[in-house]
């Protein structure tokens, strides 16, 4: 089945570092790939949705300037967590939709991110 | 975006088959129902997907009614290993890759031995 691959899956840093996390299709190309965030105890909430080629679509509320996605090929989106605090500390996953357009979206195994 | 419901946790013992229900009252037309199971610290993983009727694969079973205003996850004879939350979703029929889900709270399944 299609996998999606993300790394690192854990960063532990301080406080005012940049962080970048890749998300990796690896049987597939994925022209849309999404960026999730949870929280303990919570479910996923969408970021953004990351489009090859153009810019990324950010939901309400996230800051496009804090989250910069970038996805240069239809096989890798990048999120980078800029000047990270500690309350960007979470659980951020990556999706990528299976080739077909009723096919399911295959998730990444999510990075850990906490920022001390 | 559909929205769901679910119950927020179930207990089980292992060997018992497991049935998660969901509703969907306002699902579209072109709306599929997809599950996902999440294990803590992994990204969820899929499951199962249908449109209606009766869907089964080496895993589990998903049945939706004429209405499909609701939708059952089955899982038969459940062990340890089973003890994950599961994600009811409703999507729109999009072409290519371009499916935004909305995720719910999910059901937290509990297997004991």
């Known amino acids: 089945g299609a996998v999606v691959s993300q790394h690192p899956s854990r960063v532990i840093c301080k406080s005012g570092t940049s962080v970048k996390i890749e998300c990796r299709s690896l049987?597939?190309?994925?022209?849309?790939m999404f960026w999730y965030r949870q929280f303990p105890k919570q479910s996923l909430m969408l970021m953004a949705t990351?489009?090859?080629?153009?810019?990324?679509?950010?939901e309400q509320g996230v800051e496009k300037d804090k989250f910069l996605i970038n996805h240069a090929s239809l096989t890798l989106s990048t999120l980078t967590v800029t000047s990270a605090h500690p309350e960007d500390s979470s659980f951020y996953i990556c999706?990528?939709?299976?080739?077909?357009?009723?096919?399911?979206?295959?998730f990444g195994d999510g990075t850990r991110l906490s920022i001390l | 975006l559909a929205k769901t419901t679910q119950p927020i946790s179930m207990d089980s013992y292992e060997g018992q088959e497991v049935n998660i229900t969901c509703s969907h009252n306002?699902?579209?037309?072109?709306?599929?129902i997809t599950w996902y199971q999440q294990f803590p610290s992994q990204g969820p993983r899929f499951i199962i997907q249908?449109?209606?009727?009766?869907v089964t694969n080496e895993v589990a079973s998903l049945f939706i009614p004429a209405d499909r205003k609701s939708s059952t996850l089955s899982l038969p004879r459940v062990s340890l290993s089973d003890t994950a939350v599961y994600y009811c979703?409703?999507?729109?029929?999009?072409?290519?890759?371009?499916?935004?889900?909305?995720w719910g709270l999910g059901t937290s399944l509990a297997v004991n031995p």
């Open positions: 999706s990528a939709g299976g080739q077909g357009s009723n096919q399911p979206q295959h």
């Open positions: 049987d597939f190309q994925a022209t849309t």
């Open positions: 990351s489009n090859e080629g153009s810019k990324a679509t950010y």
């Open positions: 306002n699902i579209a037309t072109n709306d599929y």
């Open positions: 249908g449109y209606k009727t009766k």
């Open positions: 979703l409703v999507g729109p029929y999009n072409a290519g890759n371009n499916r935004k889900l909305i």
